[in-house]
């Protein structure tokens, strides 16, 4: 990594020096503090440091630099489809008609941006053979609670209020459970069948007068494509229940499998996974919903409206009394949907088909690259992502996949998904998306392969990894259970404070 100067820098405050920076900016005209109303003026001026620009600039490109990105190199965390983001969508996002408009701009000045969202919600009802979408969730996991909360609203109209359970397979992501807990429900965890479907017979056992949907994820997240899905939603069906999917997986199956046309009856879209978008470290993403016809009434508002002369228009609240309200606020995050329309219509329909027809080519080469090194749990043709397990590297070694995950960050690579899903021993979900060239899968798996004998011949050189990181294991728990995100003074210090 080509960092500049001392790799862990210090924060802006220790690099402060009093009277260093800030001298240009104008001081308010004499007397103007004084207008302030005395609630609303500090007690205390504000703890800023004081730097120059040239430091301020290079404390930032520096960290800059200390950044993983798609944009820097291969990303292959499974279940996340890391792919290259078009740099077309980000002019289109960034055109001032866009990124300007205020969010409570009336209708008549937003014409444009309520018709690219209306075509948006139709071009996505198309890829899921749904009847129609809902722009509004801000991502996957909040457009599983919007479908979640249009089922029980469902079942609740029809005065069908005993269905308490919401059927999950054991493979499921972890939003899936959470968003069941959240919307109410209790969530029955139902085991996965060998060649790591969906168990169809353990599916049909579970279901029942109590149960109020099923959410499944397909392909699965073991990347592979549930053939019994018609069998499946059938039952589920017959039993009065309502078919959810998980739909992160779409980018494996674009043209060739519409969830609706299987008998889903809702799903979401991770817009900023199948149809690109900066994601990963709390980029803001989108998790529209599309509906088949029972749910429609339940849409959150405000649904985009086309009016009978053609112009478009935003429902008003309490417009349609069946709606289950508001997820979030205004139309959802406008930024990300441009995107997705701009990585829509750029592609077509022969270019998003051929997308996923990339995916799982990429995903298939690497998994048979990697096969004779570690061991592949599912032994069939994968979609776009695939489990590999280093049991048998821990057996032999004692080296774990968190250790070879650690390694190929020496090796220059972005480790993929460890242990998940949950179901596979030492597991590692591998996806490669369809922007990788064949060049850089070969030297993913090199390093891969790499590692194995490593672990053979130095197992400590893999345990104690990474070498080459600016830092090395970091307790990940404890950032994750208490995160420290602010910076305070530490005992003693005195903090520099402008006048
Ligand atoms: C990413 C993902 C989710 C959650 O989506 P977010 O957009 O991150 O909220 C749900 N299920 C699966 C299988 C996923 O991969």
Known sequence: MGVVGERLQPSLFERSRPGRGGGKIPHP?????????????????????????????????????????????????????????????????????????????????????????????????????????????????????TGILMIRAYHRDRGDTDRTDVLVPDSSHGTNPATATMAGFRTVTVPSARDGGVDVDAFRAALGPRTAAVMITNPSTLGLFEKRIGELLE?????????????????????????????????????????????????????????????VPYLPEPRVLREPDGSFRLERAGERATSIGRLRSYAGNTGVLVRAYAYIRAHGASGLREVSDDAVLAANYLKHRLRDTYEMPYDRPCKHEFVASAATIKRRTGVRTLDIAKRLIDHGFHPPTIYFPLIVEEGMLIEPTETESLETLDAFAEALIEIAAEAERDPALVREAPHAAPVRRLDEATAARQPNLRWRPMAGDTMPCPD
């Not at 120059?52 to 291969?74: C, I, K, M, W």
């Not at 690109?276 to 709390?282: I, L």
């Open 29 to 145: 005209p004499a007397g103007a503090l004084d207008r302030l109303p005395a609630g609303a003026r500090r007690e205390q001026p504000p703890a800023l440091p004081e730097l120059n620009e040239p430091e301020v600039v290079r404390h930032y490109v520096n960290l800059s630099q200390l950044n993983y990105a798609v944009d820097t190199g291969f990303y292959p965390l499974g279940s996340c489809t890391m792919k290259f983001n078009p740099k077309l969508n980000e002019w289109a996002a960034r055109l001032p008609g866009f990124a300007t408009l205020h969010p409570l701009a009336p209708d008549e000045v937003a014409q444009g941006t309520l018709e690219l969202l209306w075509e948006l919600e139709g071009a996505l009802a198309e890829i899921g053979g749904m009847r129609a979408v809902s722009l509004q969730p801000a991502a996957g996991a909040q457009g599983e609670l």
């Open 235 to 295: 039952a589920v069906h017959e039993a009065g229940a309502l078919a959810y999917m998980d739909g992160a997986n779409l980018n494996a199956i674009l043209g060739r499998f519409k969830p609706g046309e299987a008998g889903f009856d809702v799903m979401h879209f991770n817009v900023h996974k199948t149809f690109s978008t900066p994601h990963g470290g709390g980029g803001p993403g989108a998790g529209p919903v599309g509906v088949g016809e029972r749910l």
